[in-house]
């Protein structure tokens, strides 16, 4: 017991520091992310932005990802700077967002049709930055759009990779982005690069053979239209 009076001080200063400790690292703040491992090259014509009282915004030459952000402290937890990039020019490509759609199609919705009778809606971000609640997962639908009017001018030249990634508000000594620069470079960072190689020749195809089914849906329109006049002469001459 003397014991116990004798160093009460240091004793009760050690079990207090063992608690802050316990309590540091309980509330520390910690984020586990995931990109899909492959990136999909979407159809043209099959993602738009859809609000109502306006025409369909076609989104032609996207590409859609999926990134899973995972939050298991008890804090929110910000992140910032999400963005696409082209690997070789470390130069953005543009990344569809609430914040980054075009003018008048502002809080609309993004589709992607899948199938003729599928459509999905997508989960694209607010912003590039935002926050991951505490106990929380995020689930984000990227969309990155290689269109030549939507993006820097020669950016796409050269494309053959894209790559994707996000930071969190966390120093760190090592896990750091090797494309940032400046006071960006400090922090936390998950990334992942997508080989697109040939994109070019693909879209090139693809837009060849949209173009020439667009020219025979106006030449069967047409077709069906010279029958059903037909037709409808043709059952004229019995009532006159």
């Known amino acids: 017991m003397s014991f116990f009076l004798k160093y009460w001080s240091p004793i009760v200063a050690t079990i207090s520091l063992a608690i802050s400790v316990y309590v540091l690292y309980k509330n520390r703040s910690y984020v586990d992310a995931e990109f899909s491992p492959n990136i999909t ?63 008048g199609y502002e809080n609309s919705t993004a589709i992607n049709k899948v199938t003729n009778k599928l459509k999905t809606r997508l989960l694209i971000p607010n912003s590039n930055s935002g926050v991951i609640p505490a106990h929380g ?29 996000f930071k969190i508000a966390k120093f760190v000594l090592t896990n750091r982005d090797p494309f940032s620069n ?20 693909r879209r090139k195809q693809q837009t060849q053979t949209l173009l020439k089914q667009s020219e025979h849906e106006k030449q069967t329109s047409k077709s069906k239209l010279l029958v059903l006049n037909k037709l409808k002469s043709f059952f004229d001459s019995f009532t006159n």
């Open 41 to 103: 090259e979407i159809p043209l014509d099959s993602i738009y932005l859809k609000k109502a009282g306006m025409d369909k915004a076609f989104l032609n030459f996207s590409y859609l990802t999926r990134l899973t952000i995972v939050n298991p402290s008890p804090n929110d937890i910000s992140f910032f700077a999400l963005r696409a990039f082209n690997t070789k020019t470390n130069r953005n490509l543009f990344l569809l967002t609430n914040r980054s759609m075009p003018f």
């Open 137 to 165: 997962i995020v689930k984000l639908d990227l969309v990155i759009v290689l269109d030549p009017n939507t993006n820097e001018d020669h950016n796409l030249d050269n494309l053959d990779n894209i790559s994707v990634d």
């Open 182 to 201: 400046g006071i960006f470079h400090k922090y936390w960072y998950k990334g992942m690069h997508y080989d697109i190689s040939g994109w070019q020749s």
